[in-house]
């Protein structure tokens, strides 16, 4: 099985090409005021969140709350440094 790093596209207009524009969804606790700590999570490592891109969605309980957004991103690095910042927050479960 090979690494997923070491696969590459077969054209430039496959997988992701950096710097680009990029959305991310964190999925957690309803209570735990996330459409304001996933904006701030990712500010604080660097990454710009677009103006106005910020999109919530609770589940049919009302237990979970899903936040996207759209963001400006630099290199492969900083991408998967915004995953590991969201799943490190003790209140949000996943990320997509």
């Keep these: 099985m090979r690494n997923l790093d070491d696969i590459q596209p077969e054209s430039p207009q496959q997988g992701f090409q950096f710097p680009g524009l ?3 969804t964190a999925m957690g606790n309803a209570t735990a005021d996330l459409a304001v700590r996933v904006p701030a999570l990712l500010d604080g490592i660097g990454l710009s ?11 049919r309980e009302g237990n979970y709350l899903s ?3 759209s963001f400006t991103c ?3 690095e900083k991408y998967d440094a915004a995953h ?3 799943r490190a927050d003790p209140d949000i479960r996943w990320t997509l």
């Design 84 to 86: 590991e910042v969201l």
């Design 74 to 76: 630099p290199s492969r």
């Design 22 to 24: 990029f959305e991310i």
């Design 49 to 59: 969140v677009l103006d106005g891109s910020l999109r919530t969605r609770p589940s």
């Design 67 to 69: 936040v996207t957004v």
